[in-house]
């Protein structure tokens, strides 16, 4: 028998059986990992398993490759802070999807782990989130490998007037260099290259250009085509605050 306990951030849950539940959940020393839940779908413990819900899980299988059994309970929820506006609700369902599909099946990533319950933990704070999930992107961008570099300009090396993206490459622009390719260029707004705090339009815009380094470098290099639509959501509803 193999075993072993954790405390995670329940992504996602759906029956299984007529009385059970698999559930993902994401923790800091077991990475992305699954099993059912007996009873998952009884009116003790579906409560708890609410996407987002920071749980104490323990874990076991009689071999590791097997899907194995969870034993749940809870460290605090979410829900109420998730449905008290529909940023809120559309931010924790953007983390959750994302990570579900990203997120490699049972590897560690302990930094990626503290970051995200940080940002869960600001659901609620309008005036905070959204800037907080826009470096939340650049931060799982560059834990799965795919960061960007916007320190200097790629052809000039210069960091003065950087105003765009380089897609192919993930590296900073100036206005200046970027010359007749400036229509395959994606935008650097000064939020994006970390210069402080910025309006809603300004981050929507930075969103663009993670969002591009995500669905065409992250998400096809694991196999996936496009973005989760909770995250296109999320961006409305920042778009819109």
């Known amino acids: 028998m193999i075993a072993w306990r954790d405390e995670g951030i329940l992504l996602s849950t759906r ?3 007529e009385t059970s539940a698999i559930i993902e959940v994401f923790t800091p020393d077991m990475g992305r990992h699954a099993g059912v839940v007996r009873g998952g779908v009884s009116r003790k413990i579906a409560p708890i398993l609410q996407p987002g819900a920071q749980l104490s899980v323990a874990w076991k299988a009689r071999l590791g490759e097997h899907l194995g059994s969870f034993t749940v309970e809870p460290v605090r929820s979410r829900s109420v802070a998730a449905m008290g506006d529909r940023l809120s609700l559309a931010g924790l369902n953007a983390v959750c999807a994302l990570l579900s599909r990203i997120l490699p099946e049972r590897e560690p990533h302990g930094p990626l782990y503290d970051r995200t319950t940080q940002l ?3 659901l609620g704070q309008t005036d905070v989130w959204p800037l907080a999930y826009l470096r939340w992107e650049q ?4 834990e799965m490998g795919f960061g960007m570099d916007l320190s200097a300009c790629a052809v000039r090396g210069t960091n003065e007037d950087l105003a765009f993206v380089s897609p192919r490459t993930g590296r900073a622009v100036s206005r200046q260099a970027a010359g ?6 994606l935008p ?6 970390g210069q402080g705090d910025a309006t809603n339009d300004q981050i929507v815009i930075a ?3 993670t969002g591009y380094f995500i669905e065409h470098r992250l998400l096809r290099s694991l196999g996936h ?5 909770a995250r296109d959501r999320l961006v409305q509803a920042i778009g819109r605050v």
Request: hydrophobic fraction near 50%; charged fraction near 15%; charge should be negative.
């Open 120 to 122: 869960l933990d600001l």
């Open 225 to 229: 085509d496009t973005l989760p639509p």
């Open 188 to 193: 650097l707004p000064p939020v994006l290259a």
């Open 180 to 185: 007749e390719w400036v229509d395959r260029l």
């Open 15 to 17: 029956p299984f059986g």
């Open 207 to 209: 969103l663009t250009t």
């Open 139 to 142: 931060a799982l961008l560059s």
